[in-house]
């Protein structure tokens, strides 16, 4: 094994894992999240769209992380390019750059920041397939 295979294997399992739960939390406890979220967003211009963007954010999670479970079970970050593993790296950005705008809004930078880790996770992942 070589490290960009290494690399894309763990890229793609550490989105898989991070967003399918997520997204399943999301799933699991819509009155919880819901409720938090919509504490949140109270004084920003999406304050009257949390239950929509709530939606919204819990499908491209989903589609983020089982994407790259696809791809991990497909063994599919064995082949460089962008294939189902890679394209679930990339919609891994996509999700990503959508908590962002919202934590930015919000003016919760702290948060933004730890979104920003994570970017720069799928900017190193999307450079190894």
């Not at 890229?11 to 919509?38: C, H, I, M, P």
Request: charge should be neutral; hydrophobic fraction near 55%.
């Amino acid at each position: 094994m070589d490290a960009n295979l290494i690399g894309r294997l763990f890229v793609t399992a550490f989105f898989a894992v991070t967003f399918l739960q997520s997204g399943l939390d999301k799933v699991l406890d819509r009155e919880g999240n819901l409720q938090y979220l919509s504490e949140h967003f109270q004084h920003t211009p999406l304050g009257s769209w949390v239950p929509q963007l709530l939606t919204t954010i819990t499908v491209l999670e989903l589609v983020a992380g089982g994407l790259c479970g696809l791809g991990l079970i497909l063994l599919d970050f064995r082949q460089p390019g962008m294939r189902v593993a890679g394209w679930g790296v990339a919609m891994s950005g996509v999700v990503l750059l959508c908590l962002l705008f919202g934590q930015r809004l919000a003016k919760d930078y702290a948060g933004a920041a730890v979104i920003a880790a994570y970017f720069a996770v799928v900017l190193l992942g999307l450079r190894a397939f």
